[in-house]
């Protein structure tokens, strides 16, 4: 476990808000590195391996270099750096973030902030429908091959290779998106039976905020007053 993953969601959550409206607000050059430089140790005490973030880490860098060109082609230097900076910022403490938070705590970290159930419990249900599609896609992808199925022929190449792709990905399409329909109208009606949305619900997960989390929250907060001080 990670140093970021000892502290409350909650706290997280809002060094993340926090920490990007600070990155869009400012504009001096310093105050941009600066934060970078906080993104990059975000990252650090995260202590992801570089296999995680390997692919998003090198589309990250691509991304710095070609805006910084661009903006160097149609802006001044000034800017370009300020783009960069903020581009390297919200890459770092994005992947800290994200990468080291629970799906399974989503839901309970949003309804204890002060969201609606309805709300919360939406964010809940939709982190876990993509990896459930993804293993129902691969499930589906697998099943196919057994029985002699192929996404791609030899000897095609071109559009017309291309289009003859998108015609053989109707059997892995069709099964996944009528499983996902099946699953959320039994999701709706396991929800319907337990009376959703008539009142107050609990969850089965408790958050409580230490001294650490309140500091951080505070330190959060301060952060972004500061950045909105320097704009003005």
Same mark, same amino acid.
């Given at each position: ?14 060094? @993340? ?6 990155? $869009? #607000? ?21 202590? &992801?391996?570089? %296999? ?7 589309? *990250? ?5 070609? #805006?910084?060109?661009?903006?160097? &082609? ?9 783009? +960069?900076?903020?581009?390297?910022? &919200? +890459?770092?403490?994005?992947?800290? #973030? *994200? ?5 399974? %705590? ?10 609606? /159930? ?23 992808? /697998?099943? %196919?091959?057994?029985?002699? @199925?192929? $996404? ?24 996944? *998106? *009528?499983? +996902?329909?099946? /699953? ?32 951080? #929250? ?15």
């Amino acid at each position: 476990m990670s140093v970021l993953q000892t502290f409350d969601p909650r706290a997280r959550v809002t060094l @993340y808000v926090c920490f990007t409206l600070a990155v $869009l #607000i400012s504009q001096r050059l310093g105050v941009l590195g600066g934060l970078a430089g906080l993104g990059l140790v975000l990252l650090a005490l995260a202590r &992801l391996s570089w %296999q995680r973030v390997r692919s998003v880490g090198i589309g *990250v860098l691509l991304f710095v270099v070609v #805006i910084s060109a661009v903006n160097l &082609l149609f802006r001044t230097p000034l800017e370009a750096a300020q783009q +960069a900076l903020r581009a390297v910022a &919200l +890459a770092a403490t994005s992947l800290a #973030i *994200v990468l080291t938070f629970d799906p399974a %705590q989503l839901g309970i970290t949003f309804r204890r902030m002060g969201l609606p /159930d309805r709300f919360a419990f939406t964010l809940d249900l939709t982190a876990r429908f993509v990896p459930t599609l993804m293993r129902d896609f691969q499930l589906t992808r /697998d099943a %196919q091959r057994a029985r002699g @199925y192929e $996404l791609e022929a030899a000897g095609e190449r071109g559009l017309r290779g291309l289009l003859r792709v998108g015609q053989r990905l109707a059997p892995l399409l069709v099964p996944v *998106v *009528v499983r +996902a329909v099946l /699953d959320a109208e039994d999701r709706a009606n396991a929800m319907d039976l337990r009376a959703f949305g008539t009142g107050p619900r609990t969850w089965l997960q408790t958050l409580h905020l230490r001294p650490r989390d309140s500091a951080l #929250i505070a330190a959060s907060f301060a952060l972004l007053a500061l950045s909105v001080g320097l704009r003005l």
